[in-house]
Nanobody, 124 residues
Framework: QVFLVESGVGLVQAGGSLRLSCSAS????????MGWFRQAPGKEREFVAA????????YYSDSVKCRFTISKDNAKNMVYLQMNSLKPEDTAVYYC?????????????????WGQGTQVTVSS
């Protein structure tokens, strides 16, 4: 079992920045990929970014590329999402996820464990 806890809930104006953190505990040795997803009201959960736990391979959705940066600290079992140039359409609940080897990084089904989610609101 892997336990994930997000932090960094915030309200920010358009153009501003925010950093989300995700702390992993439990059987972290089983983690292959860590990802961030988001879900806006009435919409499906969508992929934001992912990073391989050991090799550092990084993936981004087109909508956040060049604005968001995912990073990790293996020693602390932490994953971060630095969000810059935020837009009102970035408003959503953001979820941290941990996945195993067999999954696809771009889809929720590729992840076995999820955090409780943290609200990010970007005002115009």
């Amino acid at each position: 079992q892997v336990f994930l806890v997000e932090s960094g809930v915030g309200l920010v104006q358009a153009g501003g920045s925010l950093r989300l953190s995700c702390s992993a505990s439990g059987r972290t040795s089983t983690i292959y990929t860590m990802g961030w997803f988001r879900q806006a009201p009435g919409k499906e959960r969508e992929f934001v970014a992912a990073i391989s736990w050991s090799g550092g391979r990084i993936y981004y959705s087109d909508s956040v590329k060049c604005r968001f940066t995912i990073s990790k600290d293996n020693a602390k079992n932490m994953v971060y999402l630095q969000m810059n140039s935020l837009k009102p359409e970035d408003t959503a609940v953001y979820y941290c996820a941990a996945g195993g080897v067999s999954g696809s990084v771009y889809y929720p089904r590729g992840y076995d464990y999820w955090g409780q989610g943290t609200q990010v609101t970007v005002s115009s």
